[in-house]
C-alpha cells in the first residue's frame, strides 16, 4: 500500500475507543440481555443504542466537524465495527454508517445539512437500501410536488426502528439517491423472518411515497459504489470481531473442559484446529486494517483490497464458526450456546457481501485476468 504506513498499527485514540466501547457493551448487553432482544418485537436494545450514540457518539465518527461529528476515516469505524462484531450487539450502526456515507458522497449540502446533524447526536436513526435481487424495484416519478416513489426493496436492514431511509430509486436520467420519512403515509414496513437473529431485515413497499432527491438526479451509481465498498470493509471488520470470540470461547473451553482426565485442549486435534481458527483471525485483523487503511488513504489498492478482505475473511468467519461449534462439543449445538448465533451471522454477511462469486469476479476483473465461471478461476 502507497499510503500511510503508519496506519497499519492501531493507535492510542483506536484502542480507547474500542475500550470503551467494550466496557459500555459489558454493562449494556450482557448475554441475557441479548438473549431478549432476539425475543423482543424489534430486536433492538433501544436504551443501549441510545448511550452508544449520545454517550461515545458512535454514529458522529464519519460525520464532519462542520455538520456535528468527528470527521474521522474508516479505520475509526472499523474498530467500532470489530467490537459490535465480538458481541452481536444488534444495534444499526453499520446502516447508519453506510447512509452517512451515501450522504456524504452525494455532496448535497442541503442535504447533509438536514440528516447529517440527527445521526451525529443520536436523535435520528437512518438505514438505506440498495438493489440486490429481482424484486428490489423501486422508480422515481417527478410530479407537481416533488419526487413520488413506487416499488419496494427486500431485505433492509433495521428498518423497523429508523426514522431515515436513503435509497436508490430508476428515474429517467438513471440511478438516483433519494430519502424519504419511514413515517410517510406512502411507506410500509413489514419485518422478514432471517437466519441472522441479530440483525433484523425488512421488506420496504412504497406507493405515491414522497421523496428528496439527495445529490444530482442521474449521479446514483456513484454513491452506491461507494456504500458498496465501505461495506465490504465493514462486513470484513466484524468477521475479525466474530473471529476473535470463536477464539476466546474456544480456547478457554479445550482449556477447562476435561475428557479422559486431562484438557482436551492437550489433545494434537483441538489443539491444532484451535491454532487454525487463531490464525485465521490474526490474517482477518491484518487484512481488514490494511484494506481500511488503503480506502482513508485513497490508494489505488483500495478496490482490489476491499474484495480480497471481503473474499478471504467472509469464508474464514464461516468456516471457523461452523469449526468453533464442533470444538465447543454437545453445547456448541444446543439453542442456548451462542455459538449458532455467529454461526448464522456469518453465513448471512457472506450473502449479505454479494458471495465468494462476486468477489472472485471482480478481483479477476481488477487484476485484468480473464475469468468465468466455465475458466475454473472462481
Known sequence: MSGNPSGLVAGDHERDLADALRSLAADLLPP??????????????AQAWKAMTTELGLCGLMVPESYGGLGLG????????????????????????????????ADDVRAAERWLPGIANGSSTATIAWPVGRRDRVTATRDEHGW??????????????????????????????????????????????????TRRTCRVRFEDARAVAVG??????????????HLRLA????????????VDTCVEHSRTREQFGR??????????????????????????????????AEDPEAELAGHVVALRTGIAYRDQTEAAIHLLGGIGFTWEHDA???YRRARASLALGGGPTAHQLAIAELAGLPASIDSGLV
Request: contains cysteine.
Open 32 to 45: 441475557s440481555a441479548l438473549r431478549a432482544c432476539l425475543d423482543s418485537g424489534t430486536g433492538h436494545p
Open 74 to 105: 474508516w479505520a475509526e469505524v472499523n474498530t467500532v465495527h470489530v467490537e459490535l462484531g465480538r458481541t452481536l450487539f444488534p444495534v444499526p450502526f453499520l446502516v447508519t454508517s453506510l447512509a452517512t456515507t451515501a450522504i456524504l458522497v
Open 148 to 197: 413520488s416513489l413506487a416499488g419496494q426493496y427486500e431485505h433492509v436492514m433495521a428498518a423497523q426502528i429508523a426514522q431515515v431511509l436513503l435509497l436508490f430509486a430508476a428515474t429517467q436520467a438513471g440511478l438516483s439517491l433519494f430519502a424519504l420519512d419511514l413515517a410517510d403515509p406512502g411507506v410500509t414496513v413489514e419485518q422478514l423472518p432471517g437466519l441472522d437473529l
Open 216 to 229: 444530482e438526479i442521474g449521479t446514483g451509481q456513484e454513491a452506491l459504489d461507494q456504500v458498496g465498498r
Open 235 to 246: 462486513l470484513a471488520a466484524e468477521a475479525v470481531g466474530g473471529l476473535s470470540w470463536c
Open 263 to 296: 484438557p482436551i485442549g492437550s489433545f494434537q486435534a483441538v489443539a491444532h484446529a484451535c491454532v487454525e481458527m487463531f490464525a485465521a483471525l490474526q490474517t482477518a485483523r491484518a487484512g481488514a486494517r490494511w484494506a481500511a487503511c488503503a480506502q482513508d
Open 340 to 342: 449458532h448465533l455467529y
